[in-house]
């Protein structure tokens, strides 16, 4: 074991001890079976659906016990970290409600970035060398390599630990002589555990859980060698669980395995543990199986496929509960968004992700919501997705509510088209003017009329044309003018004898259909000429006479 002189002289000479840190961040005065959570996300590249999903559970369990949540950044592997990344966060964050209680403007337990709270660690790793918990290791990479090849040639355990730990119980001197010869060295943890032995603890998902203790002197401290002494996430986890008082730690299943060892080193450092509830993984349904949902293989794994698609936050949210708990995906929406998260019944099973299901969810929750609601949410997802068409919204408000309107208000059962905010264009563009091509006499989908019947017939209805209010009597327009042009009168007829008729009414309307949506398929038609209104009606229909 070194001498505290030699200890001390590795660190900055005002460092502060332990005590000083604890002063700095006190017990939060919190009222009792408040739960304190934090999620830790690492700036490594875009943000998972997981990552909203644990955060959602995190606040919560937290602000329904009375405590709080916290995001607190592990960003200590800083050659992985991405540009931009933070701000994705933000974003993520303020776009489905998940946005912390803390931050450095109005947090009193920060920083909240790790990479900005490198003297807390440094106090505690001091610490833990100077009570012999911790040790100086200044084993190459080429010798961790051959320590592992040896013991699988040798059929023992991998890992850095008992004989195998080269600096384990060196020699003061040795240590002594790698220092002043300015060997980069790393400090690792003196871990009591021994290979076999088990390490007992309760999850608050799984309950009862034993696993195989840790036997390995983990890494506390990196490299020397570096300008800013960073901590591994295992150490620093830890020191600001602790400082920053979190008693709840909700994570994914993976790490699990890391539990003992985190337990030692609360143990080692004095500190209370959290209690620890590991969610299992979000999963995807593949041939054959299930897998875990990938960030390199799956665009629903990133937050800003929805994002970017204009799924409505609550409609996702209620989505991501329902796979938290069963009994919230029979709620509701409104009553499951109310009703709490319960973290034993989260279980241990991975639930799928399934955006079919997602896209029904989304289409039932759109359709509940008035015109002005939709035009409300649409605007800012079209500033920022659609420029073109937040311009037009702008300009055509009350088209927008009108188009809204169709099918949707004072009917039973009202449209399902929108199913996310990115749909809209493709099922209500066609009601602006700006956003419409009109349709030639040749179009492909008049499902090939001949063109000088189409430009007679369009000729003759725009010539005729009455505004009328009445649905039945403005249809009669078109089923008159058919029967003047040859149309058999209904389907049946027509395919009794089709060389004796151009088509049947249902392809005479289509003529009208195509020509003021663009689309064979639509909403009522008449329903469609009133929003459109007279004029908007004639210069489309009058693009098929040229």
């Known amino acids: 074991m070194l001498d505290r002189a030699t200890i001390d002289a590795l660190f900055p000479p005002d460092l502060p001890d332990p005590g000083h840190w604890e002063q700095r961040y006190p017990p939060r005065q919190l009222p009792e079976g408040a739960k304190l959570t934090r999620l830790g996300p690492s700036p490594t590249g875009f943000v998972h659906v997981g990552v909203i999903y644990v955060a959602m559970t995190d606040r919560d369990v937290a602000h329904r016990s009375g405590g709080r949540f916290l995001v607190r950044v592990e960003d200590t592997d800083q050659s992985r970290e991405v540009e931009g990344a933070l701000a994705q966060f933000d974003r993520a964050f303020a776009y489905f409600g998940t946005t912390p209680d803390e931050d450095d403007s109005t947090g009193a337990y920060g920083p909240y970035r790790q990479s900005q709270r490198s003297d807390i660690y440094l106090s505690y790793a001091r610490e833990l060398l100077r009570e012999g918990k911790a040790y100086l290791c200044f084993a190459t990479a080429e010798e961790v390599a051959d320590i592992r090849q040896r013991q699988q040639e040798q059929k023992v355990p991998t890992g850095y630990y008992g004989r195998w730990a080269l600096w384990r119980d060196a020699d003061q001197a040795d240590v002594q002589a790698k220092l002043a010869a300015g060997a980069p060295y790393v400090v690792r943890f003196r871990s009591p555990g021994r290979i076999g032995a088990r390490a007992e603890f309760t999850d608050a998902i799984r309950g009862p859980l034993s696993a195989e203790d840790n036997y390995n002197d983990v890494v506390v401290l990196k490299s020397s060698s570096n300008a800013v002494r960073l901590p591994t996430y295992h150490f620093a986890h830890a020191v600001d669980d602790h400082l920053m008082r979190v008693n709840l730690v909700i994570r994914g299943e993976e790490w699990l395995s890391s539990v003992p060892m985190h337990l030692q080193l609360f143990t080692a450092l004095g500190f209370e543990p959290p209690t620890y509830a590991h969610i299992a993984l979000l999963m995807k349904q593949i041939p054959g199986g299930k897998r875990k949902l990938s960030k390199r293989k799956d665009p629903e794994a990133s937050v800003d496929h929805y994002i970017q698609a204009g799924y409505p936050a609550e409609a996702v949210l209620y989505y991501l509960r329902g796979l938290a708990n069963g009994r919230l995906a029979e709620m509701p929406l409104a009553d499951a968004l109310a009703a709490p998260i319960n973290l034993a019944e989260l279980g241990g099973a991975g639930p799928l992700v399934d955006l079919v299901k997602l896209e029904d969810i989304s289409a039932d929750h759109i359709a509940t919501l008035s015109g002005q609601q939709i035009l409300d949410a649409l605007r800012p997802w079209a500033a920022e997705f659609d420029p073109e068409l937040a311009s037009v919204l702008a300009k055509e408000p009350e088209q927008a509510l009108s188009a809204l309107a169709v099918e949707r208000e004072g009917v039973a059962n009202p449209r399902k088209d929108l199913r996310k905010w990115s749909d809209f264009r493709g099922a209500y563009g066609f009601f602006f003017p700006a956003l419409f091509t009109l349709v030639g006499p040749d179009d492909e989908r008049l499902r090939g009329l001949p063109t000088d019947l189409v430009r007679t017939f ?89």
């Open 458 to 546: 369009a000729q003759q209805f725009v010539d005729g044309y009455q505004d009328l209010t009445d649905p039945q009597e403005w249809f009669n327009e078109i089923r008159d003018l058919a029967a003047k042009h040859g149309f058999a009168p209904n389907a049946k007829e027509y395919k009794r004898n089709p060389d004796a008729y151009p088509g049947s009414i249902r392809e005479a309307s289509q003529v009208f259909r195509v020509a003021l949506t663009g689309s064979t398929r639509s909403p009522d038609l008449f329903s469609v000429a009133r929003a459109l209104g007279r004029d908007e009606v004639l210069r489309r229909v009058g693009a098929l006479t040229r």
